[in-house]
């Protein structure tokens, strides 16, 4: 490791301070901090010392959707490959569905971290690690034959529109990759209309649009599979969003770590069955009657555990979190209910509570505050 280390501050020597290309530092810092633990400490002024940083929390979200992913590049070849073969071997459905899922996060990270690198180069800061799960989840949540110049767009939307233009890392009030999600929905609605799904590559057959359980359900028609497809994730869907059994086991990880909020992920389950109880007491229509089944279909699931516990956009406060999360599931399974043109909710249920996350905040501590006065003056009076 030595050697590497010798190599990179060789390489850092024509950036240094002083130095003609002193203006480009941001972007060869990014290698050395992605690599190593970053050098600098801070040197006064009020700071705790954590062995926490950025970095590390950012890793550690990346290792918890590598379960999902991995299933669900999978599942997209298989889904792919069962439509024209009886048996699929794994390796084959893994790298058939590798062939579309990898060009996919290719173009998210080259454009997003691009445009990062830029900014940090302009500003004059350093490139912060928060593109590391944001270039990850944005092509997670795609449909997975959405072109790539349409990615690509989408990426460039919610990195400059949704990030920096507040600021950057640690400044947005939106989630950046169901940002980049609500885009390409709103620009190119029949790519993303939530209620089909590609399960057939057009070089090797004729292309087959394959309709997802809440395509089904919306059209009127029964959801075609049993509840242990939906659970093991073995549907037609977005890349990664249609195994629940796999998101939970990175929602296990995001709570060990204390990475990710377990209140709101509980209280987004929570408020998602409620919703879906009320709902199917009414039994109007094919959705309504799909009951608690809603919690193991669409991007609820994955919008929950990775999405809506994102510190940056969520709510802060511990009685915010319940709030916060509950709506959110709440919302989600209305969305999708009353609206058969768009099936999945979860993303505007989340934007619009990223939305209302500082309000929800500051009537948690207002309560706080005129609580504890109370107390206080109960007190003076007794005493």
């Known amino acids: 490791m030595k050697f590497l280390r010798d190599k990179i501050d060789q390489i850092k020597k024509p950036f240094g301070k ?6 480009f530092a941001p972007a060869v810092n990014a290698l050395d901090t992605f690599l190593y633990v970053p050098n600098h400490t801070t040197k006064h002024g009020a700071h705790i010392r954590d062995a926490v940083d950025l970095k590390r929390t950012m890793i550690t979200v990346v290792l918890a959707l590598v379960p999902a992913l991995i299933f669900g590049t999978w599942n997209a070849g298989y889904q792919s490959l069962s439509q024209i073969q009886e048996v699929v071997p794994f390796m084959d459905a893994l790298i058939h569905g590798a062939w579309k899922v990898l060009p996919m996060i290719a173009v998210s990270y080259g454009v997003g971290l691009g445009i ?5 180069i302009v500003r004059g800061h350093e490139v912060n690690e928060g593109y590391l799960v944001t270039g990850l989840l944005i092509p997670m949540i795609m ?4 072109p790539l110049w349409m990615l690509a767009l989408s990426v460039i939307f919610a990195v400059i ?4 233009a507040f600021g950057g890392t640690g400044m947005n009030i939106l989630n950046p990759a169901l940002t980049a999600r609500a885009f390409a929905f709103f620009a190119y609605p029949t790519y ?3 209620d089909k799904i590609w399960v057939s590559d057009a070089s090797t057959t004729d292309a087959i649009s394959g309709e997802t359980i809440l395509g089904k359900l919306a059209a009127g028609q029964e959801a075609g599979y049993d509840m242990w497809s939906m659970f093991a994730g073995t549907i037609p869907g977005s890349i990664s969003e249609t195994s629940v059994l796999w998101i939970l086991v990175g929602a296990v990880i995001l709570v060990i770590t204390g990475v990710g909020s ?17 709902f ?5 229509n094919t959705l309504m009657d799909f009951g608690m089944l809603h919690l193991l279909v669409g991007g609820l699931a994955f919008g929950i555990v990775f999405m809506a516990t994102d510190p940056v956009s969520a709510a802060q406060t511990n009685r915010g979190k319940w709030i916060y999360g509950f709506l959110i599931g709440f919302f989600s399974i209305m969305i999708r209910v009353f609206n058969p043109a768009y099936p999945e909710g979860v993303m505007l249920a989340i934007l619009l509570l990223n939305v209302f996350a500082p309000t929800i905040d500051h009537y948690v501590v207002e309560a706080n ?9 109960k007190q003076l009076k007794t005493a």
């Open 18 to 23: 002083g130095e003609k290309l002193e203006k």
């Open 116 to 120: 990062e690198f830029y900014f940090a």
């Open 143 to 146: 449909p997975i034959d959405l």
């Open 161 to 164: 529109i949704g990030k920096e």
């Open 192 to 194: 993303m209309s939530g």
């Open 262 to 278: 377990w209140r709101i992920i509980v209280s987004g389950f929570l408020g998602a069955a409620v919703m879906a109880f009320l």
């Open 280 to 284: 199917e007491l009414w039994g109007a």
């Open 369 to 377: 505050v005129k609580r504890r006065k109370k107390r206080v003056a």
